[in-house]
Nanobody, 118 residues
Framework: QVQLVESGGGLVQPGGSLRLSCVASGNFFSINAMGWYRQAPGRQRELVATITGGGTTNYAHSVKGRFTISRDNAKNTVYLQMNSLKPEDTAVYYC????????????WGQGTQVTVSS
């Protein structure tokens, strides 16, 4: 069983910053790509940023230059540093990981709410 647990969400004013964390735990051998996705009310879930096991990153155009994804492989943790937050960044943010247990499988966290409002 693999679990992803996000933390770090909350309420922040426009222009502010937040740092999300996601820790993977359970029985597995390795983690390949990890990423962050978000879903705003009434909208489909969308990719925010991903990072491979080797550290290659990919960002949605809307967050490029404001958000930074990173990971600590020793801690099975992925981070999302969010700066210059805008009201349109308000959403539930979900962690995703491609994990090798008995086979490669895709896992999601439960989500953490980020609200950007004055």
């Amino acid at each position: 069983q693999v679990q992803l647990v996000e933390s770090g969400g909350g309420l922040v004013q426009p222009g502010g910053s937040l740092r999300l964390s996601c820790v993977a735990s359970g029985n597995f051998f390795s983690i390949n790509a990890m990423g962050w996705y978000r879903q705003a009310p009434g909208r489909q879930r969308e990719l925010v940023a991903t990072i491979t096991g080797g550290g290659t990153t990919n960002y949605a155009h809307s967050v490029k230059g404001r958000f930074t994804i990173s990971r600590d492989n020793a801690k099975n943790t992925v981070y999302l540093q969010m700066n210059s937050l805008k009201p349109e960044d308000t959403a539930v943010y979900y962690c995703n990981a491609d994990v090798l247990g008995s086979k490669w499988s895709d896992h999601w966290g439960q989500g953490t709410q980020v609200t950007v409002s004055s």
